[in-house]
């Protein structure tokens, strides 16, 4: 069964077949988790659209404190010996324009200027559209081309991986460029440095799993496998290692313990998987697993360990919970510290 596959954003495919074509739309909006992507995207809208004069045809808008007047000035500038203009506005909060705002922002989409080129950026700021304001909403879904940028599906990114270490003198199998993304999470942006780091480091043209594990700095959530695993393995001592680590770097118990629960929620779901004869494939579809890499893991782990000591493990992240949310004074260090091995030492004896 082939690797599950992600719907592409339709704003993200219509943006490509734009640039493609020439046609830039007159107004677009940008967010997403994909930082990488958007950047590159706007680089290339903004290398078609601004040929020449750069600093009379393109603008960069902050959305704090912007007005609606200086945006309207802005857009309605006429172009410098250009066809068109381009303007950024960046972290500007729409739903959270007071009334007169509102209505000049929606009089604006009304009646844009057609040599301009709009795209409001979210970058640092969630984009969260809001129904209440139904004229400005209907006014956004009607002339702003708005576009997602999310993580790529897991063959793009495989295939983008062996680019960049292609361009850096070295090569990477598929199953090493799988660690990589399970080790450093699947973003362009936080990846790119990861890879240089590695490129510099490895002695051969070819990439190994001790060339990553030696440099790369594991995501969260990397990082919480490893001590779930430890856990599942009795190894109290690596488990608390781990736990040791994040704490020092400021991790807060509350949602290292939401974390865990998770992943323990996953590891009890893969249990089941084995004692009913299905793959990992099902795992996958069940908790969403965007790496077939990620979900074999999960059933090597499961393995291990008993349905009765999931379930038991599962139940005591509960209850762990509340006790850290309702009980004044408990320290989450020490909750999680024993936790871990309280689940260490029972891992073998629950069956």
């Given amino acids: 069964m082939a690797e599950k596959k992600k ?68 857009v309605e500038a006429m172009p410098m010996m250009a066809q068109r203009t381009m303007v950024q506005v960046t972290d500007w909060d729409l739903y959270k324009l007071n009334e007169e705002q509102r209505s000049g922002l929606i009089a604006l989409l009304e009646d844009f200027p057609p040599y301009c080129c709009l795209v409001f950026v979210y970058d640092q700021m969630e984009y969260k559209p809001n129904k209440t304001y139904k004229k400005l909403y209907a006014a956004m879904e009607k002339h702003v081309r708005t576009v997602k940028f999310e993580e790529q599906s ?14 850096l003198d070295h090569t990477i199998d598929a199953p090493t460029a799988e660690h990589l993304l399970f080790t450093c999470g699947s973003l362009m942006n936080a990846l790119i440095p990861e890879i240089g780091k590695i490129a510099a480091y490895a002695k051969h043209e070819q990439i190994t799993r001790a060339d990553i594990d030696a440099v790369a700095v594991p995501v969260l959530e990397a990082q919480v496998f490893d001590m779930t695993n430890a856990v599942s393995k009795g190894d109290f001592n690596r488990a608390a290692t781990v736990l040791g680590t994040l704490l020092k770097l400021q991790e807060e118990p509350i949602k290292l313990l939401s974390i865990i629960g998770s992943e323990l929620r996953q590891l009890r ?83």
């Fill in 269 to 351: 779901t893969a249990r089941i998987a084995l004692d009913t004869g299905r793959d990992k494939f099902w795992l996958m579809e069940r908790w969403n697993i965007r790496s077939s890499y990620r979900a074999g893991l999960l059933l090597d782990n499961a393995r291990r360990v008993s349905r009765r000591w999931c379930s038991h493990a599962v139940r005591r992240c509960y209850e762990v919970d509340v006790r850290l949310k309702s009980v004044n004074g408990v320290s989450g260090p020490n909750e999680l510290t024993l936790l871990l091995m309280e689940l260490a030492q029972t891992a073998q004896t629950l069956s």
């Fill in 154 to 167: 897991q063959r793009e990114i495989l295939r983008w991986v062996s680019r960049r270490f292609k361009a």
């Fill in 7 to 74: 719907s592409p954003d339709a704003g993200f495919a219509k943006l490509k077949d734009e640039l493609s074509s020439g046609e830039l739309a007159n107004i677009y909006l940008f967010h997403g988790e994909e930082s990488y992507l958007r950047e590159y995207y706007l680089s290339e809208m903004k290398k078609q659209l601004i040929t020449n004069f750069e600093s009379f045809n393109f603008h960069r808008l902050e959305g704090k404190g912007l007005t609606i007047q200086t945006l309207t000035n802005t």
